[in-house]
């Protein structure tokens, strides 16, 4: 069974960067997407960014051109390099594994890291 457990959240001012982590228990070879959620309080979960099993990506409007998503399949990780932070992108970050990608009900899912970004 897969388990993800991310790590690199923490408090930033604006225009500072963060990378987050994500590290897979068990098989996550045969999942084809894996993506960066993000949840701000009293707002829906939305993906953030999204890889393809072919290394393709994409990334929501609101971080395209500062976040960069990568993934090393070799060491079962998912990372997120986030970059030139807004207050708008405080919210809980998570790792997901999805089983049909873009389909947030089929995907297994970390605890979650937060992410605070102060001015």
């Known amino acids: 069974q897969v388990r993800l457990v991310e790590s690199g959240g923490g408090s930033v001012q604006v225009g500072g960067s963060l990378r987050l982590s994500c590290v897979a228990s068990?098989?996550?070879?045969?999942?084809?997407?894996m993506a960066w959620y993000r949840q701000a309080p009293g707002k829906e979960r939305r993906v953030a960014a999204r890889?393809?099993?072919?290394?393709?990506?994409i990334y929501t409007d609101t971080v395209r051109g500062r976040f960069t998503i990568s993934r090393d399949v070799a060491k079962n990780a998912l990372y997120l390099q986030a970059n030139s932070l807004t207050p708008g992108d405080t919210a809980m970050y998570y790792c997901?594994?999805?089983?049909?990608?873009?389909?947030?009900?089929?995907?297994?899912w970390g605890q979650g890291t937060q992410v605070t970004v102060s001015s």
């Open positions: 068990g098989d996550i070879h045969n999942i084809p997407c």
């Open positions: 890889v393809y099993e072919s290394g393709s990506t």
């Open positions: 997901a594994a999805e089983r049909i990608c873009g389909n947030p009900d089929y995907a297994i």
